[in-house]
């Protein structure tokens, strides 16, 4: 992985020193030996969703493993933050919806800037976990991915509400998820 620092100013914020990290997949998995390279704006000044955690690495490997599985393929990222899987299943063909809470304009803001500069047509939508808001009841996913979402079991409940939701109208789907054991 490789990154390289930038700023990013806003109109309603002081400007904010990120950086992109470039993450390899194929080949030799290496800046000089790659199939695919997706690039994510990270700040780890911020919220948690704002940096990439390792098992957003884990999940995006496994993804472009199994590429075949994706391509063609409706996929939601619950708990997005900044989506590392969800852009690899973007671009090896799965029609993607990168997801985090609603109400964390910044994190779906980095979202969307971090599909653009991986040219990744993916919709991007607040969905809090537990909350049944319009947008919920029109994903009708083949594949839930969440990399790191039981970080905390406060919201294991909410998580699990929302997950079960989505398998439940989208017969034969599943999810997809890693975690860190922190206990």
Known sequence: MESSPFAIQSAAAPARMTTVSRHYFGGGASEDDYDLRVDIIENIEEDY?????????????Y????????????????????????????KVGADVTLTDIAH???VLN?????????DANC????????????????????????????YDSANFDNLFATVSFLLENSPGAVFITTYHNRG
């Not at 993804?63 to 997005?80: H, I, K, L, M």
């Not at 980095?110 to 991986?118: D, H």
Request: proline share 5%; charged share 20%; glycine share 8%.
């Open 63 to 90: 993804v472009w493993q199994q590429r075949s599985r994706f391509s063609d393929s409706r996929v939601v990222e619950v708990g997005a933050g900044t989506s590392l899987p969800g852009l690899v299943a973007a």
């Open 49 to 61: 969703g704002m940096f990439v955690w390792p098992c957003s690495v884990i999940l995006a490997e």
């Open 104 to 106: 964390n304009t910044e």
């Open 110 to 118: 980095n979202i969307r800037k971090t599909c653009a500069l991986n």
């Open 123 to 150: 919709n991007v939508l607040g969905l809090t976990w537990g909350d049944w808001d319009e947008p919920i009841f029109d994903l009708h996913p083949d594949i839930i991915l969440g990399a790191d979402v039981l």
